[in-house]
């Protein structure tokens, strides 16, 4: 069959690829540390107002632009909109999911690590005080992290070498499942802790008085990047996704899938914390690296096989749920040069692999050698996140809107989120009232603001 048409073989294997995309750092690292940083429950119930008003209708929209082409994004938005121009599209996950992949594939090298440390059981040798040090020590070096993040883009690029089907779709199948039982197995230890339930407040009992404007701004951040959109690594999905696939549903899904991963981190997390007096859970993103290896040798310090067992756990279920969002980022950018420019697989990977790790050592390097490199005030690091988070991911969401609910006829939309008439989409006038008003005009706003425009 033509390469440029394969898609995956079962509805179940789609639904999972697209959730293993969205179920990853950003669930287990970036969610419970927003969540820490901006006072618990209230931060949650926001972030969930924000998937479901802004995120699921962005997910339909790009998914539904993804199906109605089938080959790549670029073709998509061709297709869909009749005019060639809007081909340009297909530069948003190259360009887009090059910088993702980059830094994204640093904090993989360290769940990497650490996965290596659980599993020879150095946690278990380190002082209570020496935590930080030695995890600022290890992101601070030049060459250990460059291996870890090049070992896990080599990794990506072997898994997606393999193609939609026997490399993406197969993955997921196996890789979600395991996630979810790890997962499960987690929270049940967590949440039988002593002292569990102070972090159970604090995770499940709303304090609106801590919301501000900055809130809301990282609610909606947070709520974007954990459901992979505005890289169009979901529209390059929805390529593959079968013609009889409900993609309300689908969406739904997804998003819900995500949450609860995101909330069952935060019942791993918080209890676990909070049930070693005077710990806190606002350490930001070192909350993952640095407080939690700490609290899991301390809590489980009667019985030092389950604190093995524990921290070996924690980490697998890192590196696996970063391997299936990295493998998503991966295809789209080389979905454009396979599907698009006939290039064979596995060398698209391997290059595309090879590029991100360059420049994901630029962005390891911005934590040690390199940390006096600042560019508009910014490490290396954060830059390539601010470019990605803050403007790529905005400001794409914003143009796939005004794309699908002012551009495209209004009949081609309808037709492909219905099924051509054969599902019958009660919610479609409030989807397209969103797709057309509300969700380009929050986006716009925020992104202003974020801007600090006004
Ligand atoms: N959704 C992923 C996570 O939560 C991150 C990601 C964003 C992956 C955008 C691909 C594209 O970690």
Not at 274 to 296: C, E, Y
Request: aromatic share 12%.
């Amino acid at each position: 069959m033509d390469s440029s048409k394969v898609g995956f073989r079962t509805r179940i294997g789609g639904l999972l690829a697209a959730a293993g995309s969205a179920v990853g750092l950003g669930n287990i690292w970036r969610f419970p540390s927003e969540t820490g940083e901006h006072g618990g429950a209230a931060f949650m119930i926001i972030y969930i107002l924000f998937m479901l008003i802004l995120g699921v209708p962005v997910m339909i929209t790009e998914l539904a632009i993804g199906r109605h082409g089938g080959k790549n994004v670029s073709h998509s938005f061709a297709t869909m909109s009749g005019r060639k121009a809007w081909g340009w599209m297909g530069v948003v996950p190259v360009v887009g999911s090059i910088i993702l992949l980059s830094y994204y594939s640093v904090v993989a090298g360290w769940t990497l690590e650490y996965l290596v440390e659980a599993l020879t059981n150095q946690f278990a040798h380190t002082a209570a005080d020496a935590y930080a040090t030695a995890f600022n020590t290890f992101a601070a070096d030049s060459i250990s992290p460059i291996v870890c993040l090049t070992a896990m883009l080599l990794l990506t690029a072997a898994i997606v070498a393999f193609g939609v089907q026997r490399g993406i779709e197969r993955a997921a199948t196996i890789m979600m499942p395991v996630l979810f039982v790890c997962l499960l197995i987690l929270v049940v230890c967590a949440v039988l802790l002593p002292g569990a339930t102070a972090g159970l407040t604090f995770f499940l009992h709303p304090d609106f008085s801590c919301v501000t404007s900055g809130t809301i701004l990282s609610a909606m951040g947070q709520a974007f990047f954990s459901l992979s959109l505005g890289v169009f690594v979901i529209c390059t999905y929805g390529c593959y996704f079968r013609r009889d696939a409900d993609l309300v549903k689908e969406s739904l899904s997804v998003a819900t899938i995500d949450t609860v991963v995101a909330l069952m981190a935060g019942l791993i997390i918080f209890p676990t914390v909070f049930s070693i007096d005077g710990l806190r859970p606002d350490a930001g993103p070192g909350l993952v690296f640095i407080t939690l290896p700490n609290v899991f040798q301390q809590v489980f310090a009667l019985s030092p096989v389950v604190a093995y067992f524990f921290s070996l756990l924690f980490y697998f279920l890192l590196v696996v749920a970063a391997l299936t969002s990295m493998i998503s980022t991966l295809e789209a950018a080389a979905a454009i040069f396979i599907r698009k420019y006939k290039l064979r697989r596995p060398l698209v990977c391997l290059a595309i692999a090879l590029i991100c790790a360059t420049l994901g050592a630029l962005c390891s390097l911005s934590f040690g050698r390199w940390s006096g490199v600042l560019i508009g005030g910014m490490s290396i690091f954060d830059l390539f996140d601010f470019i990605v988070a803050k403007l790529i991911m905005p400001l794409s969401a914003f143009i796939t809107c005004l794309f699908a609910g002012w551009v495209v006829d209004k009949k081609v939309l309808r037709e492909e989120i219905t099924c051509h008439g054969a599902l019958r989409q009660r919610l479609y006038p409030i989807y397209r009232v969103i797709i057309r008003y509300v969700a380009p005009i929050g986006i716009a706003l925020i992104f202003i603001n974020e801007l600090g425009l006004f």
